[in-house]
T-cell receptor, first 113, second 113 residues
Framework: DTAVSQTPKYLVTQMGNDKSIKCEQN?????MYWYKQDSKKFLKIMFS???????INETVPNRFSPKSPDKAHLNLHINSLELGDSAVYFC????????????FGPGTRLTVL | KNQVEQSPQSLIILEGKNCTLQ??????????LRWYKQDTGRGPVSLTI?????NTKSNGRYTATLDADTKQSSLHITASQLSDSASYIC????????????FGGGTRLMVKP
């Protein structure tokens, strides 16, 4: 009955590869997010997405792209991986109305070699 | 520029003791402030959410305060337990930011027996 789930939990890959991280939420929320947490533990928003609007943090390279097959899923595709992409990536979801409390997934630790 | 600063960066206390974590923010116009607890290797979990009109909110042994005039918040942990060892992240939402949140860098708390 996990609310927000991500796969894989760990991902180790070579520079230049293309990879995807999957996220699913069963909370019935209308908005999903991707965050990056770097080695200093700062959480930075990458994308906010619902079926009407994609908001992109302008600092995110266009090698990163969110793909949403339906309301419950928001996958993160990364092309041409670079060393600096190594981080923990968190998916989250919320209802856009009200207090907008966000529920986070367990994270995916990406290591680029 | 919207910013959230937390102090101290890290804190070590003995089990059973109380502690207070601080959060100062410059996010404006203010919508709400939330405290998250992030255990090692896991996603953040919401502890409290406070709006402009609330100046204190409790969740078990956790009590958050908010002074919207001075733009300060604190999280007080009473009778600490070993399981309180985690990072505590202050997060502020602006009225104008859509679904975007501004995250503090967190306070890493270690509770020792």
């Amino acid at each position: 009955d996990t609310a927000v789930s991500q796969t894989p939990k760990y991902l180790v890959t070579q520079m230049g590869n293309d990879k995807s991280i999957k996220c699913e939420q069963n909370l019935g929320h209308d908005t999903m997010y991707w965050y990056k947490q770097d080695s200093k533990k700062f959480l930075k928003i990458m994308f906010s997405y619902n079926n009407k609007e994609l908001i992109i943090n302008e600092t995110v390279p266009n090698r990163f792209s969110p793909k949403s097959p339906d309301k419950a899923h928001l996958n993160l595709h990364i092309n041409s991986l670079e060393l600096g992409d190594s981080a923990v990536y968190f998916c989250a979801s919320s209802q856009v109305a009200g207090l907008n409390e966000q529920f986070f997934g367990p994270g995916t630790r990406l290591t680029v070699l | 520029k919207n910013q959230v600063e937390q102090s101290p960066q890290s804190l070590i206390i003995l089990e059973g003791k109380n502690c207070t974590l601080q959060c100062n923010y410059t996010v404006s116009p203010f919508s709400n402030l939330r405290w998250y607890k992030q255990d090692t290797g896991r996603g953040p979990v919401s502890l409290t959410i406070m709006t402009f009109s609330e100046n204190t909110k409790s969740n078990g042994r956790y009590t958050a305060t908010l002074d919207a005039d001075t733009k300060q918040s604190s999280l007080h942990i009473t009778a600490s337990q070993l399981s309180d060892s985690a990072s505590y992240i202050c997060v502020v939402k602006s009225v104008n930011a859509g679904n975007m949140l501004t995250f503090g860098g967190g306070t890493r708390l270690m509770v020792k027996p």
